[in-house]
């Protein structure tokens, strides 16, 4: 029988292509896994800065006409009218800026966002009836709500939600569902705080600000993404009955951003080492009674089918997806990652200082890239798009941001440790440099790239040195050859 017949594929998606994000899980790939009756996941993170420089670039694919129906067009308006430059900007120019959100929300940031991420569902969901999903970091509050609105406005059908505690974005979808003003708790530093000054603090979006009739839509399902059994019991505990739809389970060794170890062990580099405590117990999971996908070198026909015969209702994929014809990343980029890991030019570490999350961040070491020592250590430190700020209370009572990323003056003025800054490098601007989207800053040129990609990439399965491509069909081929059924399923 034909892998693309089997009787699991007909019965259910066991596929999860990962979120990516700085589009690295754009809604071409997206679209196309959800085409083959997997289910494909976008990335909202960032995506108003990946929108506004599309239309930078000329809008190589028309985001324009799918923005035209968006609700709210005053707002279209003012995005294609800022933005949009026939035929694209000039190499050399910079790509000019979003304002930096605010955690008091600005509403018109807000409404970018949200038309933005809309744009990014609604592309990925023409042309098919399968699912899509929208993945977000869940330390990016400030995010969080306008991602999710728009990505409801385009019907998408799922949320997926990793790198922090997700306890109550869950609670916020059906009230943003319902047209109902919703909030997040923000974790703010306040040492510095005037003693009037306390918490708890909020990031709010009312629809009805984004919307001046906001609809009835309905709640897209709620996929938490989690390192450990631990941390689905917890989250089990604390959200309401039916808000979650199933869990990833994500090991240490997938691409992008890892939980820390448990065991706080690092090397002599410094960077982090994991152990048996790191490997989720897949029978305490699977006692909550909900569908689970296992995440973080599950990428091959033998792990699938390992999934599946542990109880798991499949795997969650990135990195395969990441270097396909259909991924985020430049043709020539992913040519030159594939070409590299065939020949045993790439490599992958687990750094523990370079993301300003704080958490460990997968690095493909290649040349060229701020990956190496001495090419981070010539750039110059620079924050002009803050995703990955945190919130503090200043001396004067406001609420502000900052990030070990950004200048260490400016992080030590703010009231950040000085020690905090050393080695991390701005994820904000490298990932946008990964799409083919750098930003050319007044002090040390084009911005480059740090790629990320899970462990199992070295001993990469698809395309060679000579044929450096392959899609997200052969992905999904390659997965689904010779695996028959769940032994559940067979007994
Ligand atoms: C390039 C890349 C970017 C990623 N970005 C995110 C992200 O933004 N959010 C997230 O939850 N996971 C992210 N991941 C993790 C994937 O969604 C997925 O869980 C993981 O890649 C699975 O393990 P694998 O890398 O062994 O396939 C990323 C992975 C890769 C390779």
Redesign the pocket.
């Known amino acids: 029988m034909d892998s693309s017949d089997s009787l699991l594929r007909a019965n259910a998606p066991n596929i999860i292509q990962?979120?990516?994000?700085?589009s690295?899980?754009s809604w071409r790939l997206a679209r196309r896994v959800a085409q083959l009756g997997e289910i494909g996941?976008i990335?909202g993170?960032a995506i108003d800065t990946v929108v506004v420089r599309e239309l930078q670039d000329g809008d190589p694919h028309d985001r324009r006409s799918v923005l035209r129906s968006y609700p709210d067009q005053e707002i279209v308006d003012y995005i294609i009218d800022r933005f949009y430059i026939e035929g694209g900007k000039a190499d050399d120019e910079p790509y000019r800026l979003l304002p930096i959100h605010r955690y008091k929300p600005k509403v018109r940031s807000q409404r970018i966002l949200s038309a933005a991420t809309f744009s990014e569902v609604l592309l990925a969901k023409q042309g098919h009836d399968g699912v899509i999903g929208m993945?977000?970091?869940g330390k990016l509050k400030r995010y969080t709500l306008a991602c999710c609105y728009g990505a409801m406005l385009a019907d998408v059908d799922a949320v997926?939600?990793?790198?922090g505690i997700p306890t109550e974005e869950a609670q916020q979808l059906p009230k943003l569902a319902a047209g109902e003003s919703a909030r997040l708790r923000l974790d703010v530093d306040t040492a510095q705080a005037p003693d009037d000054v306390d918490g708890p603090f909020y990031y709010e979006l009312d629809p009805a600000d984004i919307l001046s009739n906001p609809p009835q839509l309905d709640a897209p399902e709620f996929y938490p993404?989690v390192s450990s059994d631990l941390l689905a019991r917890i989250l089990d505990k604390k959200i309401p009955d039916g808000l979650i739809h199933g869990w990833?389970i994500?090991g240490p060794?997938?691409?992008?951003?890892n939980a820390p170890p448990r065991n706080k062990n690092t090397d002599e580099d410094g960077h982090p080492v994991y152990d048996e405590r790191d490997i989720a117990n897949l029978d305490q999971v699977a006692a909550l009674g909900y569908p689970f996908y296992l995440?973080?070198?599950?990428?091959t026909p033998e792990k699938l089918q390992e999934a599946l015969d542990r109880g798991a209702a499949g795997v969650?994929?990135?990195?395969?997806?990441?270097l396909t014809e259909e991924s985020g990343y430049p043709t020539d980029y992913t040519r030159r990652l594939i070409r590299a890991l065939h020949s045993g030019k790439a490599a992958i570490r687990t750094d523990g200082r370079t993301s300003p999350t704080g958490f460990p961040f997968?690095v493909v070491e290649l040349d060229g890239t701020l990956a190496v020592p001495e090419i981070y250590e010539e750039r110059t430190r620079i924050c002009d798009l803050g995703y990955l700020r945190t919130p503090y209370v200043d001396a004067k009572g406001r609420l502000q941001g900052r990030c070990p990323g950004e200048p260490v003056d400016d992080y030590v003025r703010k009231g950040g440790d000085a020690a905090d800054t050393e080695g991390r490098s701005c994820l904000c601007n490298a990932l946008t440099a990964?799409i083919g989207q750098a930003q050319i800053q007044k002090k040390s040129g084009k911005e480059l790239s740090l790629?990320?990609?899970?462990?199992?990439?070295v001993d990469l399965p698809l395309g060679s040195v000579d044929e450096p491509h392959y899609t997200a069909k052969d992905v999904i081929d390659y997965l689904y050859a010779g695996v028959a059924q769940p032994a559940a399923a067979a007994s």
Do not use: P, R, Y
């Open positions: 990962g979120g990516m994000g700085v690295v899980s996941v990335s993170t993945n977000l970091l997926f939600i990793g790198a993404i990833i994500e060794i997938a691409g992008g951003h995440a973080g070198g599950w990428g969650q994929v990135g990195s395969l997806f990441s997968k990964n790629f990320t990609g899970g462990d199992a990439l």
